[in-house]
T-cell receptor, first 114, second 114 residues
Framework: NAGVTQTPKFQVLKTGQSMTLQCAQD?????MYWYRQDPGMGLRLIYY???????DKGEVPNGYNVSRLNKREFSLRLESAAPSQTSVYFC?????????????FGDGTRLSIL | SQKIEQNSEALNIQEGKTATLTCNYT??????LQWYRQDPGRGPVFLLL?????KEKRKERLKVTFDTTLKQSLFHITASQPADSATYLC?????????????FGAGTRLAVHP
């Protein structure tokens, strides 16, 4: 039972390059989320998808786009990477989007932008 | 401004003692508060959830309290073990009437020494 799987685990990009981070969950969850985690700061929500076919902005969406490909998969795209986007990116899922649902996280993608 | 704060200094305790971690918040009205554990290089793992109308919740050696007057949650690990060493994140869920929004603290690192 894999839970939430993220690929790749590590990536180094040059400024201006584009990249897509992949996320898949096998728990039949309806809602999926993308966060970034920076040193000394809490996880911050980038985008979320309450259900298949819907996506909405979170706290820090600038510079990112998302696609909810199907119920299992939710990808995050950096169109033109900037050094400020160096971070650890986590994907998460929950059964539903209503308040209080525990979220299940992947092990992250460590992204460095030079 | 809205803030959620956890002690940024690591908590060092002796095996067998009770560890107590603090989460304070300002200018939020949480519907729920959740606690997660995060190991180095891994994603957060959900531990416990407490509702705003609950004072205390227990799960095995874990106990969470929630004081909406003090705007504080305490997380206790009794009979601590070296395997409990990790970073512990609190996350509040505001009354939003909408999606499952989590606001994370930056976490407190716990080190349990034999």
């Amino acid at each position: 039972n894999a839970g939430v799987t993220q690929t790749p685990k590590f990536q180094v990009l040059k400024t201006g390059q584009s990249m897509t981070l992949q996320c898949a969950q096998d728990m039949n969850h309806n809602s999926m989320y993308w966060y970034r985690q920076d040193p000394g700061m809490g996880l911050r929500l980038i985008y979320y998808s309450a259900s298949e076919g819907t996506t909405d902005k979170g706290e820090v969406p600038n510079g990112y786009n998302v696609s909810r490909l199907n119920k299992r998969e939710f990808s995050l795209r950096l169109e033109s990477a900037a050094p400020s986007q160096t971070s650890v990116y986590f994907c998460a899922s929950s059964e539903f989007t209503r308040e209080g649902q525990p979220q299940h996280f992947g092990d992250g993608t460590r992204l460095s932008i030079l | 401004s809205q803030k959620i704060e956890q002690n940024s200094e690591a908590l060092n305790i002796q095996e067998g003692k009770t560890a107590t971690l603090t989460c304070n918040y300002t200018n939020y009205s949480p519907a729920y508060l959740q606690w997660y554990r995060q190991d180095p290089g891994r994603g957060p793992v959900f531990l416990l959830l407490i509702r705003e109308n609950e004072k205390e919740k227990r799960k095995e050696r874990l106990k969470v309290t929630f004081d909406t007057t003090l705007k504080q949650s305490l997380f206790h690990i009794t009979a601590s073990q070296p395997a409990d060493s990790a970073t512990y994140l609190c996350a509040l869920v505001p009354f939003s009437g909408g999606y499952n929004k989590l606001i994370f603290g930056a976490g407190t690192r716990l080190a349990v020494h034999p």
